[in-house]
């Protein structure tokens, strides 16, 4: 006999015994179903999940607008009730650090400062 180290989905005994025929069929199947793994996910998310969690908060964040000056909009998708403090890239080699407490922004630096017209804030209010 093999060890599965995957998890086992548990189907129940009586909708398994209801399309069996016979008792060799019957175990045969038991089987089989032991040894596939279950489609839902029941287990820690692998770094797959954390990076794809990681950019979505980046772009919720910054987010760059579709323009020919490589602007960018800063809070486009985050909810302003809550409170966040990040520095993270722009495009054209820009960097945006802000701080978000009490649906206000208490402060934004952008760096180079030649490139601050080209950051615009989007949904919440400016302190």
Known sequence: TRVSMRPVCPIPLARRRARVRSPRVYAARVRALHTRPCPTHSYEPSADHFANMNSALNWMLVQPADDINGSALVFAAWPCGWDVEFKLRAPMNTTVEAVLKGGKIQSMIVTP??????????NCAVA
């Open 113 to 122: 400062q030649s490139r601050t017209p080209f950051i615009r804030v989007v």
